[in-house]
């Protein structure tokens, strides 16, 4: 189930959203009393509520608007007991001062807005102690990790409990948290108005991620990137999963570098049976796999990842993908000399432009490399046996195709461009790694040149 949080300043417009979310079938709404700027009249927003209903008032110090006192505060929230608020949201350290009347369900809930505490067992324990009916904890996310954490707290707690991080690197758990056993997760009722950091919205929840059709059985795909933001796999995976009609969820992973190696030992206990991989993690994750491809053999570079049989497989889908629009757009059949003689530059040295000179290569193409170290440029030319090009000379370089392999020009930096405007010749044919945003600086400098 999801539950959605209604955060607005007047009576009249938490209600306008509340029967909207009626209406929208939803089974649950969490109604935010801090962010209400006038006393409260908690009879007139629970009078013909559509849905059940937590009342829920938050301090700043949990992420909250409440600018009274605290013993106003008490009171409200023994009021919405009084007066039938289906649950009651209960902070850990007043839930002890507010006892249980009637049939007002109570949510114990703990938020920690800095990091995910190492000792969530003891927290869960102290909180099992005040006679919830739900254990509710939100921890902000430093690592990959802390998603495993409290999700692996969710499967084996012996009270309903829900427990998710926030921040962008949280997002994961807040999916997941209902295959490992919780009763609901908590989503915007837009995505412009979260009330908690990496908050989804309602329609991306449903639409997206397809939460309330994961199941304990749905399997676990994903993207593995730092930063995850900008991608659109997701997206696109999600939509083709649900044509498929695949128990599956695609979803973003934010993984730092120096956190790939735990990541990935920690997936078979997640269910997560592949990943997309992407910057900066394509070379580094060779040592953390068990079977090699020959295109990620020949680029030391993988951008899929399929675990089974408890082996974890790389793959290299990007080589043939790349290989076959160049090849589409010049009109040419596949062989083995396909492109002999034909020049390319390549901008960039990292794991894309390795894939894309070495499947180029293997069809006899002319190679040349380039990029702001000239050093890297010139190892990896070394490398693949080709040629590696001066940086401050690439906007006068002769060539039949330009590539962009570099980050640069990708979302939010979207105004820069690794090749000026004015220096694209006529007729090259440009070529951009990049789809985030579609319509690159470089393409559109491009396409005014007559490219």
């Given at each position: 189930m999801i539950c959605v949080s209604v955060g607005r300043g007047r009576h009249r417009m938490m209600l306008a959203e509340l029967q909207h979310l009626g209406e929208l079938g939803v089974g649950l709404a969490e109604l935010r009393l801090d962010f209400i700027r006038r006393p409260v009249n908690l009879q007139r927003l629970l009078e013909g509520r559509p849905c059940p209903v937590i009342a829920t008032c938050r301090r700043p110090t949990e992420g909250g608007k409440w600018m009274r006192s605290e013993q106003d505060r008490l009171t409200l929230l023994r009021t919405a007991i009084a007066d039938k608020a289906d649950y009651v949201d209960l902070e850990h350290d007043i839930a002890g001062s507010i006892p249980r009347f009637g049939a007002t369900k109570r949510i114990v809930s703990y938020h920690n807005f800095n990091e995910t505490p190492e000792n969530l067992d003891d927290i869960w324990l102290g909180m099992s102690r005040l006679d919830?009916?739900?254990?509710?904890?939100?921890?902000?996310?430093?690592?990959?990790?802390?998603?495993?954490?409290?999700?692996?707290?969710?499967?084996?707690?012996?009270?309903?409990?829900?427990?998710?991080?926030?921040?962008?690197?949280?997002?994961?758990?807040?999916?997941?948290?209902?295959?490992?056993?919780?009763?609901?997760?908590?989503?915007?009722?837009?995505?412009?108005?979260?009330?908690?950091?990496?908050?989804?919205?309602?329609?991306?929840?449903?639409?997206?991620?397809?939460?309330?059709?994961?199941?304990?059985d749905t399997g676990i795909l994903g993207v593995i990137a730092d930063p995850v933001a900008h991608s659109l796999s997701p997206r696109v995976h999600n939509a083709c999963i649900r044509k498929a009609e695949l128990d599956l969820i695609y979803l973003p992973f934010r993984v730092p570098a120096e956190q790939l190696d735990d990541f990935m030992q920690a997936c078979p206990e997640v269910d997560i049976r592949g990943l997309s991989v992407s910057l900066p993690h394509k070379e580094r994750i060779l040592r953390n796999l068990n079977v090699l491809d020959d295109n990620v053999v020949g680029v030391r570079a993988c951008n899929t990842v399929v675990f089974r049989n408890q082996n974890a497989y790389g793959y290299n889908t990007d080589l043939e993908a790349a290989i076959g629009v160049l090849l589409d757009a010049l009109g040419v059949e596949d062989s083995r000399n396909a492109l002999h003689g034909r020049r390319f530059l390549i901008l960039g040295a990292g794991g894309t432009a390795r894939t894309i000179a070495w499947g180029l290569l293997r069809r006899e193409a002319n190679v040349f490399i380039t990029a702001r170290d000239f050093r890297k440029a010139e190892l990896l030319a070394n490398q693949l046996k080709c040629k590696a090009a001066d940086w401050a000379v690439r906007q006068n370089f002769p060539c039949e195709v330009l590539i962009n392999a570099t980050p640069c020009g990708m979302h939010p930096n979207m105004d820069e461009s690794p090749f000026d405007d004015g220096w694209f010749t006529a007729g090259t044919l440009v070529f951009d790694v990049i789809y985030n945003p579609e319509q690159t600086m470089f393409i559109k400098f491009a396409r005014k040149a007559g490219c």
């Open positions: 919830p009916d739900v254990i509710k904890i939100a921890t902000f996310a430093n690592s990959p990790l802390d998603n495993l954490r409290v999700l692996r707290l969710i499967k084996r707690a012996k009270l309903p409990t829900i427990a998710f991080c926030m921040g962008e690197m949280g997002i994961v758990s807040r999916v997941l948290c209902g295959k490992f056993g919780a009763p609901w997760t908590y989503a915007s009722v837009h995505e412009e108005r979260e009330v908690a950091p990496g908050q989804l919205s309602l329609q991306s929840m449903r639409d997206e991620f397809r939460y309330e059709q994961i199941g304990r």
